[in-house]
């Protein structure tokens, strides 16, 4: 997510932080290179040119001027910029009553009924809550059969009354919510090619029939500025009350997510971040503006582990580890309790100050499996007495797991440098390798 947009600007903000004073000389080069990559990303002209203007006025006021270093004011100023410009504060869901309702609409192909699947998981697995999906789409070829599809792999319920009329399913389906005391219902409605009349009337009845909580526009980012026309055509019609947008993982320049709320005042609530279930997440304009700057969102990293990793599991790992008897087995279980965090490449990416170049690394996850077979094939003794592994017993867990006893070694030596670690650690004697 920004990747290309967050390398232009990092290597533009690089060149000013080694400057004992800002003037307007020095600074030119550096906003003229922050215009062209946010021209680049594809985000509106208007807001470039707002953004850079107010870039240079604060870059260049009183408080930069007297402070010892203005390289750091500058990046400050920058992302503070960049926050407001995505929306300042975190546009929470507004809820109210049981259920709340949550109308989701959009053009078809932008990942509408995929994301009613994604918020419902997300409500039951964060929040506890208890959500109902409301087939509405009775014109899209098996819109009615995905979205039952995706009900049975989460195990959340579907109503739904086949090719009937889309208001009288929304209003019956609100109805079944609070007689069997749903949380949310979450409604899937039509989506069109293009905007038509016929659209909004049939969304317009909707929302006057069940007065939804949240009308949310779900918008393909990889429109890029046509995501601003899509926006502003549905909320000429409809009183929209946020965005969503799905793709963020793909190859978008990012000028959506950068010009949505400054240009229509929709504020971003949720981004989808993967074609999995669980890739979703909250809109906070603080922690984008971080990650674009290469400032990490350890925020987000740390409610990822929260939410992937048992807490009591960790906790006895770490008595053991302070203990000095961290084995392979305990080796295995935080591998197995890392692997559900996602991609190890993508949490690098939230680590603040992680160098380009690791960030830019991609972690095989066979390389996982592979250690995964390893320890697997050996005995409970074995793992738990890692010195008893010799050279016989070696050969016979490398035909085992398929591997080679040069990987069988390579495992070892590195549980054992671990080990290492973990002891300096406990010492309190640990240095930084570099």
Excluded: W
């Excluded at 869901?93 to 949550?102: A, D, E, N």
């Excluded at 929304?170 to 079944?176: H, I």
């Excluded at 978008?252 to 950068?258: C, Q, S």
């Amino acid at each position: 997510m920004f990747e290309s947009l967050g390398d232009r600007l990092q290597s533009a903000i690089n060149k000013i932080k080694g400057y004992g004073k800002i003037t307007e000389d020095n600074i030119s080069e550096v906003t003229r290179e922050i215009r062209l990559a946010l021209l680049e990303a594809d985000v509106n002209y208007k807001v470039v040119k707002e953004f850079i203007s107010n870039v240079k006025e604060k870059a260049l006021g009183e408080d930069v001027a007297k402070s010892l270093k203005p390289g750091e004011m500058f990046v400050k100023i920058v992302k503070d910029e960049l926050v407001e410009l995505l929306g300042g504060e975190a546009a929470p869901l507004y809820t109210s009553g049981k259920p709340s309702i949550l109308m989701l609409v959009g053009l078809q192909g932008a990942g509408k009924t995929t994301m009613i699947g994604k918020l419902g998981l997300m409500l039951r697995k964060k929040h506890s809550k208890k959500p109902l999906l409301v087939a509405c789409d009775v014109y899209r070829p098996a819109a009615i059969d995905q979205l039952k599809q995706i009900g049975r792999e989460l195990n959340i319920p579907v109503y739904d009354e086949g090719k009937g009329n889309p208001v009288d399913i929304a209003k019956n389906g609100v109805a079944y919510a609070k007689e069997n005391g749903f949380d949310y219902v979450l409604l899937d409605t039509a989506g069109r090619l293009h905007i038509d009349e016929a659209l909004m009337d049939e969304l317009n009845n909707i929302n006057n029939e069940v007065k939804p909580n949240e009308i949310l526009l779900v918008v393909d980012s990889m429109t890029g500025q046509d995501a601003i026309n899509v926006i502003e055509g549905f909320n000429s019609s409809l009183p929209l009350t946020g965005a969503i947008l799905t793709k963020m993982d793909g190859d978008t320049r990012g000028g959506a997510a950068l010009s949505i709320r400054h240009l229509t005042n929709i504020p971003i609530k949720f981004v989808g971040i993967s074609e999995k279930m669980d890739g979703i997440e909250p809109f906070y304009p603080d922690r984008i503006a971080t990650r674009i700057l290469g400032m990490g969102d350890i925020m987000t990293m740390l409610e990822k582990a929260e939410e992937a990793i048992d807490q009591d599991e960790a906790m006895r790992t770490a008595k053991k580890m302070q203990n000095g008897k961290f084995d392979l087995e305990d080796f295995l279980s935080q591998m197995k309790q890392i692997k559900k965090l996602g991609p190890l490449e993508n949490l690098i990416k939230l680590i603040p100050g992680v160098p380009k170049e690791l960030k830019s690394v991609k972690i095989d996850p066979k390389d996982m499996a592979h250690i995964e077979a390893i320890i697997l094939s050996m005995t409970p003794y074995e793992r738990r007495h890692p010195e008893v592994l010799k050279a016989t017993r070696k050969q016979r867990i490398a035909k085992g797991s398929a591997r080679s006893v040069e990987e069988v070694n390579r495992l070892l030596k590195q549980f054992d440098q671990m080990k290492v670690m973990m002891k300096q650690f406990k010492n309190g004697n640990f240095k930084m390798p570099f």
